[in-house]
């Protein structure tokens, strides 16, 4: 390993996460419609020479979300793929807590997410909202309601059947 350089070698703004790099079909209008649906705050955008988006980061709540077009070569040659062109289904879903998940439903909702499971409380303590945004990414909005102990949750599990 170099030498320390007296830089962080993690950036304090990835030190507690794992970041979700999706790619989309247009990532400029993506970034349009989470910033409209969930607030999101655009830190900053590449341009790729050839038009399009090589690489973006959003902050969605207190949660960096890397983005980019899957038509800029760089992504093309790493065999990136948007949702849907898998045929609209996808491996991952992004779960953010946010402070008012009814509010952030109805925005999402106004902009043009597809609400897949209205905000609804959950058994594991938390009001949950499940949507697919535009590009066909899916997203779980979350606010905290209890803490829900290990035993509570498996008894809760239980009962529900």
């Known amino acids: 390993m170099g030498e320390h350089t ?21 990532a400029a209008a993506a970034i349009d419609f989470y910033q409209r649906a969930f607030g999101a705050h655009e830190d900053f ?32 040659a790493a065999s990136f793929a948007a949702p849907v062109s898998l045929g609209g289904g996808t491996s991952v879903t992004l779960h953010v807590f946010v402070p008012d998940v009814d509010a952030l439903a109805e925005r999402a909702a106004a902009a043009g997410a597809e609400i897949l499971q209205p905000p609804t409380d959950m058994f594991h303590g938390d009001r949950t909202v499940i949507l697919r945004d535009p590009s066909g990414h899916m997203w779980v909005f979350l606010t905290h309601l209890e803490d829900v102990t290990e035993e509570e949750l498996r008894r809760r599990l239980a009962a529900a059947g």
């Open 6 to 26: 007296g830089h962080a070698v993690i950036p304090d703004r990835y030190r507690y996460a794992v970041i979700p790099h999706i790619m989309v079909d247009d």
């Open 45 to 76: 955008r590449v341009d790729a020479p050839g038009g399009g988006v090589l690489h973006a980061e959003i902050t969605v709540g207190r949660s960096v979300l890397m983005l980019g077009d899957v038509s800029v070569d760089e992504a093309e």
